[in-house]
């Protein structure tokens, strides 16, 4: 009894000081492997900082980041419980779940997606929709099946003569001031900036309209119903990453994404936060007074509204299934915003 009473009030004194946030942190941290979508980089700056300056230690979570690109398959790796959380998208969750595919989205660390269309400063592009007035935009063909359905179903004169394929190179871009391109708002203006010394005109489809979440956690069903306080945890424990990665010293973060990523600059991460916060990816709508992460029921069913009207999801798909919002929008981590 004696024992059981002394390891109560040791962890009592580490929760008051601070150095555990709840009792599963003073017992042998949880070993999780979480899956990006990409490269270490800044647009995953929140996740690297939380590994780098022991957030997700505090919560008493052990926290693997195995990064995406090009040919991995993180997502089949969550169906697969290779790895226990996946950054997503609410386009492919919403999709996903019309599929039966049994995953649910936790948190939104996006309130908005960092989708662009890029023009020549020269063009005479000033608005979203005298993008239509180009000859060629180049497009990956998920953005040509996604996004641009969204563009002609909103804005008169997008047509599909336009599309040329984006093979992640802007060279056939630079070549044709009568073109543009699709991006991040984080990545390719910074490197078309590099090669002409100007920066393109950049058209956030986020603020014309197009309002999917991205940089979503998900999950299996399963993992909720068996242990919702991991859940929980990782989700708490992310949001700080980012309040501390974007208001706070991130330089742990950035030494722990070059480690991670050897091909990344200084340069492409200072323009990736800079963006990042000039243009509210990370910190804008719900976020502001319910917390970065935050995901609304509400902005869900836009999308899969949206999807619906331009044919992308049967109108009998159950969106409801693909998400779950008990564990954001609590305002965790807004002290730290300074």
Same mark, same amino acid.
Not at 4 to 17: D, G, H, K, N, P
Not at 89 to 107: C, F, K, N, R
Not at 121 to 133: A, H, K, T, W, Y
Not at 186 to 209: C, H, M, R, V
């Given at each position: 009894?004696?024992?059981?009473?002394?390891?109560?009030?040791?962890?009592?004194?580490?929760?008051?000081?601070?150095?555990?946030?709840?009792?599963?942190?003073?017992?042998?941290?949880?070993?999780?492997?979480?899956?990006?979508?990409?490269?270490?980089?800044?647009?995953?700056?929140? !996740? +690297? *900082?939380?590994? #780098?300056?022991?957030?997700? $230690?505090?919560?008493?979570?052990?926290? /693997?980041?195995?990064?995406g690109? &090009?040919?991995?398959?993180?997502?089949?790796?969550?169906?697969?419980?290779?790895?226990?959380?996946?950054?997503?998208?609410?386009?492919?969750?919403?999709?996903?779940?019309?599929?039966?595919?049994?995953?649910?989205?936790?948190?939104? !660390? +996006? *309130?908005?997606? #960092?989708?662009?269309?890029? $023009?020549?400063?020269?063009?005479?592009? /000033?608005?979203?929709?005298?993008? &239509?007035?180009?000859?060629?935009?180049?497009?990956?063909?998920?953005?040509?099946?996604?996004?641009?359905?969204?563009?002609?179903?909103?804005?008169?004169?997008?047509r599909?003569?336009?599309?040329?394929?984006?093979?992640?190179?802007?060279?056939?871009?630079?070549?044709?001031?009568?073109?543009?391109?699709?991006?991040?708002?984080?990545? /390719?203006?910074?490197?078309i900036?590099?090669?002409?010394?100007?920066?393109?005109?950049?058209?956030?489809?986020?603020?014309?309209?197009?309002?999917?979440?991205?940089?979503?956690?998900?999950?299996?069903?399963?993992?909720?119903?068996?242990?919702?306080?991991?859940?929980?945890?990782?989700?708490?424990?992310?949001?700080?990453?980012?309040?501390?990665?974007?208001?706070?010293?991130?330089?742990?973060?950035?030494?722990?994404?070059?480690?991670?990523?050897?091909?990344?600059?200084?340069?492409?991460?200072?323009?990736a936060?800079?963006?990042?916060?000039?243009?509210?990816?990370?910190?804008?709508?719900?976020?502001?007074?319910?917390?970065?992460?935050?995901?609304t029921?509400?902005?869900?069913?836009?999308?899969?509204?949206?999807?619906?009207?331009?044919?992308?999801?049967?109108?009998?798909t159950?969106?409801?299934?693909?998400?779950?919002?008990?564990?954001?929008c609590?305002?965790?981590?807004?002290?730290?915003k300074?």
């Amino acid at each position: 009894m004696f024992t059981e009473f002394f390891r109560s009030a040791v962890i009592a004194t580490l929760i008051s000081s601070g150095l555990v946030t709840n009792i599963n942190a003073a017992n042998a941290a949880d070993r999780v492997r979480f899956g990006t979508d990409w490269l270490a980089e800044a647009e995953h700056g929140g !996740f +690297y *900082q939380a590994v #780098a300056d022991g957030t997700y $230690a505090r919560y008493g979570l052990e926290v /693997e980041i195995v990064p995406g690109g &090009s040919g991995t398959q993180n997502r089949s790796l969550l169906l697969a419980n290779k790895i226990d959380f996946y950054l997503g998208t609410q386009q492919e969750q919403l999709l996903a779940i019309e599929q039966g595919i049994p995953l649910v989205d936790v948190a939104a !660390f +996006y *309130q908005k997606n #960092a989708q662009v269309i890029l $023009a020549h400063p020269e063009s005479g592009i /000033e608005r979203f929709e005298d993008l &239509s007035n180009l000859e060629t935009i180049f497009m990956t063909q998920g953005g040509f099946a996604g996004y641009f359905e969204w563009m002609k179903a909103n804005f008169a004169g997008f047509r599909d003569e336009q599309f040329r394929p984006y093979n992640y190179s802007a060279a056939p871009y630079l070549a044709n001031k009568n073109s543009g391109q699709q991006g991040l708002v984080t990545a /390719e203006p910074y490197e078309i900036q590099k090669a002409t010394g100007a920066e393109p005109k950049i058209f956030l489809l986020a603020d014309s309209g197009y309002q999917p979440y991205a940089t979503t956690i998900t999950v299996q069903r399963s993992l909720i119903e068996k242990n919702p306080d991991l859940v929980q945890r990782f989700v708490d424990a992310s949001i700080e990453g980012w309040y501390n990665y974007l208001y706070g010293d991130n330089v742990v973060a950035n030494d722990l994404i070059k480690k991670t990523n050897p091909e990344m600059t200084d340069g492409q991460i200072e323009y990736a936060i800079n963006k990042i916060k000039q243009f509210g990816i990370v910190d804008s709508g719900d976020a502001l007074d319910k917390g970065i992460g935050c995901m609304t029921a509400e902005r869900y069913k836009l999308l899969a509204d949206e999807l619906v009207r331009v044919k992308l999801l049967k109108a009998e798909t159950d969106y409801k299934k693909a998400f779950d919002t008990r564990f954001s929008c609590k305002g965790v981590g807004l002290r730290l915003k300074h």
